[in-house]
């Protein structure tokens, strides 16, 4: 069965400092990962995805991921938090065995204080 | 990418009674997919909704209770159907986008459902 993990329900950083958000998957076969993140009282917003290449991904508002075949995760990382990346985030995997469906983590509240 | 809106965005609705979410894209899509959010969690796919074609359940999931229509490429809609409290969610719509520099799904911003 294929899933994601995110093993966090919250994390805290300082304005500033690194962030990172945690995921790892198990699927059959090859993944497409993604993430997405959702500010309150929006719908799903696409940061980033990995289909194939180069492991580390760039995507929206200077965040990245790297994708770790050995370790099965896909870290959302940004070197420099702002309050505005509060929100919540989601990591999610489909492969090509079951192209039609998105597996969605638990997702993970981000809070940056100032 | 693709701009997806959603009506209504929000509705205080009695139990028993339906309602109708309509989800419109800014341009034509083969794929639609119609996904619920309960308070606290994450993403809950309820059916994939192809133009032309009857819609697809997972599993959980049934017609009589969420009838989907797709009538043309950038239109969907979804009812939720003889409501209770356990149906007070967040229903969003998302499309594909599908090539050699897609296969991502973009998301409305979702209908929020609370049922008295």
């Known amino acids: 069965a294929q899933s994601v993990a995110q093993p966090e329900d919250q994390v805290n950083v300082a304005e500033g400092n690194p962030l990172t958000v945690k995921c790892t998957y198990s699927?059959?076969?090859?993944?497409?990962l993604f993430w997405y993140v959702q500010y309150p009282n929006r719908g799903l917003q696409f940061l980033l995805k990995y289909i194939t290449g180069d492991n580390l991904v760039k995507g929206s508002y200077g965040f990245e991921a790297e994708f770790n075949k050995s370790q099965t995760s896909f870290h959302l990382k940004k070197p420099s938090a702002l309050v505005s990346d509060s929100a919540l985030y989601f990591c999610a995997v489909r492969t090509r065995y079951n192209f039609n469906k998105f597996y969605f983590g638990s997702g993970t509240k981000l809070n940056v204080k100032p | 990418s693709a701009v997806i809106s959603q009506k209504p965005s929000r509705d205080i609705c009695q139990r028993g009674t339906s309602l109708t979410i309509q989800c419109q894209v800014d341009s034509q899509v083969t794929m639609m997919f119609w996904y619920r959010q309960q308070p606290g969690q994450s993403l809950t796919l309820i059916a994939t909704a192809n133009q032309g074609s009857e819609a697809t359940y997972e599993s959980g999931f049934v017609i009589d209770k969420f009838p989907i229509s797709r009538p043309n490429l950038t239109f969907s809609t979804l009812t939720v159907s003889n409501m209770s409290p356990e149906d007070s969610s967040i229903y969003l719509c998302?499309?594909?986008?599908?090539?050699?520099?897609?296969?991502?799904?973009?998301f409305g911003p979702g209908t929020r459902l609370l049922v008295l």
């Open positions: 998302s499309v594909e986008i599908r090539g050699a520099a897609e296969e991502t799904q973009y």
């Open positions: 699927v059959s076969g090859n993944p497409y």
